[in-house]
């Protein structure tokens, strides 16, 4: 990639994430809550986790392993996110010392 | 042991591993995925905390203000992207433009420390405090975990400006710029995982 067009795809993935952020704002404020928005939600902070992992630290083509655990990270606390808001009771269960 | 593996005595050391294709070190990694871990672990108590508190974790957000987190957002992304600039003008040789985008990331990161004072000012006038409830105490606890990382993160910025205004570094050697951005790609990634969780999930 030229020096160029690798500067024009960090100028656009900085504004992605700006956009994904307003959207979020959007979302905290007007959205009605619900197993949607709760999706929308995870995949908006898996989409900015991917950017950054991949783009901003430069992970896309690097070390395997790194990238591999990095990257993981953003599926893991997304699904979470979807885990935890259909199964409340199960995981309050599991994690209950009595 | 083979000296002939040893460095010698002034030579350029480094945990560079260029062969195995990892940006910055294999240290700067080590206090990366320790740091990623502790934030999980917070992100754990969290989850857990909310299925034990489902009520409590429904109005919480509401409460907070989500202006402040949004704004917060915007300028630790900005911030991330500003040092992303500052490495590729040292890659091109562009000392003094890199300084000026890293100058612009520690102006993103004084402003984070200021807005998250006047919000916890204003949680403290609205009677939010860390005993309010479970989730309060949740967003202080990682809230504040979070504040000393972006100090502490801007203080190693400065110190990276400084160390590019006296010379150490040049378009192929400046492997302690690239550790500091990688730092602070960390510091984002932990707070774009703190807004929706804190924020915006009901």
Known sequence: ?98 | MNQATLPNPGQHFSFTTHSKNIPGNLAIWAAILSEMSEFAVMFIVYFIARVHNPELFFEGPTRLNTLAGTANTLIMLSSSFFVVRSVMAVRDDQLKAATRWLWGAVACGILYLIIKYLEYRWNAAQGLETETNIFYGVYYYVTFNHFLHVGWGTAGLVWVIYRINSGFYTKTEHEGLVNMALYWHMIDLAWITIFPLLYVIR
């Open chain 1, 1 to 98: 990639m030229t020096k160029q067009a690798e500067i024009k795809l960090i100028d656009t993935l900085w504004i992605v994430l700006i956009c994904l952020t307003l959207f979020s704002a959007w979302m905290a404020e007007r959205a009605e809550p619900g197993f949607i928005s709760i999706v929308i939600m995870a995949a908006v902070l898996a989409i900015k986790g991917r950017i950054i992992v991949d783009h901003f630290m430069e992970l896309k083509h690097a070390n395997k392993f790194i990238r591999t655990l990095m990257r993981a990270y953003f599926y893991v606390i997304p699904a979470l996110i979807i885990i935890v808001y259909l199964y409340p009771d199960q995981i309050a269960r599991w994690t209950s010392l009595s």
